[in-house]
């Protein structure tokens, strides 16, 4: 790709071939309808219990959830998202100063997902931070525009709090200590993606980020108010997620699925793009510790359950999920137990 981003200001008419899906890999939009009973969680609740048992059964039965009334100031949430919006918006010579297709790399404008691994293209560009901890990462960010570091900074620590305080939750839901999944996951990375989808010619025919999972631990996913484009798998079937004011889509990553034996799904979502408007998202990610070894729950096996995955560290599951293509197989089915 010679432009290298698509946020570069030109207007394209059609859909170059490198984004083109072949025919049974496309999204089939008009065959989707809306998720009309997305679970939404309300963090305001005083009976923790009923907090808990809510976020149980949403990890179960969907992988995902909404949560409202969840202590992240509106204001920190504008700031970012306006932030977000002006670093698309900034030259396309002053953006590709930070480009690279290195994943390695802690700081990194790239485009689509892994432009050296896929053979088609996704209608995405993306900003990709790593945000803990915030002394070591801070002075790597983009200057541009002034208040970016600010705002991005306060964001990450509130947001931060918000995902401890999910996984306090989703461990007690798993019949666990309050602390069980802090522990385990060790001192917690946290990265950020802020997605920009521009408009497509052609939304039939392609993706913004084509069907998967993440692979960290929980992911906080802040969606723009004003375009829709994230859909989720339930039942085999996709389901359109629309924007909701002041609510967070909080997905459960890989390490979830494995740390609770498989009782709680790891969501498969993906990004539709649209003729009109461009879309922004913004997803933080908490991720295990490097060294820290997953393993399905010990008390969640006692019973004789088998552990349906052999253990391994988040460092070794990251390299992996970063040699592939997004759209392969589950890299999960890749640590099975035989
Ligand atoms: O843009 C979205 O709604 C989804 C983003 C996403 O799935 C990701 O960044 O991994």
């Given at each position: 790709m010679d432009k290298r981003v698509l946020s570069s200001g030109i207007q394209y008419?059609?859909?170059?071939?490198?984004?083109?899906?072949?025919?049974?890999?496309?999204?089939?939009?008009?065959?989707?309808?809306?998720?009309?009973?997305?679970?939404?969680?309300d963090l305001g609740c005083r009976n923790r219990r009923q907090i808990v048992?809510?976020?149980?059964?949403?990890?179960k039965s969907y992988g995902f959830f909404q949560v409202i009334n969840h202590g992240v100031p509106i204001e920190a949430v504008k700031e970012m998202a306006e932030v977000a919006h002006g670093f698309f918006k900034l030259p396309v010579e002053e953006k590709l100063k930070l480009y690279s297709?290195?994943?390695?790399?802690?700081?990194?404008?790239?485009?689509?997902?892994?432009?050296n691994k896929e053979s088609v293209h996704n209608w995405r560009d993306y900003l990709r931070?790593?945000?803990?901890?915030?002394?070591?990462?801070?002075?790597e960010w983009p200057s541009n525009?002034?208040?970016?570091?600010?705002?991005?900074?306060?964001?990450?620590?509130?947001?931060?709090?918000?995902?401890?305080?999910?996984?306090?939750?989703?461990?007690?839901?798993?019949?666990?200590?309050?602390?069980?999944?802090?522990?385990v996951l060790g001192e917690q990375g946290q990265?950020?993606?802020?997605?920009?989808?521009?408009?497509?010619?052609e939304p039939e025919l392609t993706y913004g980020l084509p069907g998967h999972t993440d692979p960290n631990a929980l992911t906080i996913l802040l969606q723009d108010l004003n375009v829709a484009g994230l859909q989720v798998l339930k039942d085999g079937k996709w389901l359109a997620v629309s924007p909701q004011p002041n609510a967070f889509?909080?997905?459960?990553?890989?390490?979830?699925?494995a740390l609770s034996n498989g009782l709680y799904k790891s969501v498969w979502h993906r990004a539709v793009v649209n003729v009109e408007k461009p879309r922004l998202s913004v997803a933080s990610f908490l991720c295990p510790n490097d060294e820290a070894l997953i393993s399905p729950a010990q008390p969640l096996t006692q019973d004789?359950?088998?552990?349906?995955?052999?253990?391994?560290?988040?460092?070794?599951?990251?390299?992996?999920?970063?040699?592939?293509?997004?759209?392969?197989?589950?890299?999960?089915e890749l640590f099975k137990n035989k």
């Open positions: 008419q059609n859909l170059p071939e490198s984004y083109v899906r072949p025919e049974s890999e496309r999204p089939r939009l008009s065959e989707v309808s809306e998720c009309e009973d997305v679970p939404t969680i048992e809510e976020i149980g059964e949403a990890c297709e290195d994943p390695s790399k802690t700081t990194r404008l790239s485009t689509s997902f892994n432009v931070l790593h945000c803990y901890p915030l002394d070591k990462y801070v002075p525009p002034p208040s970016f570091r600010e705002r991005v900074t306060k964001y990450c620590k509130v947001v931060r709090e918000l995902g401890m305080r999910i996984e306090e939750y989703i461990s007690e839901s798993l019949g666990l200590e309050k602390e069980y999944m802090r522990n990265h950020m993606a802020v997605n920009y989808y521009p408009p497509c010619p889509v909080i997905n459960i990553g890989d390490q979830l699925q004789g359950s088998a552990a349906i995955y052999r253990g391994f560290t988040y460092a070794e599951y990251y390299k992996k999920f970063w040699s592939r293509n997004l759209d392969e197989e589950h890299c999960l």
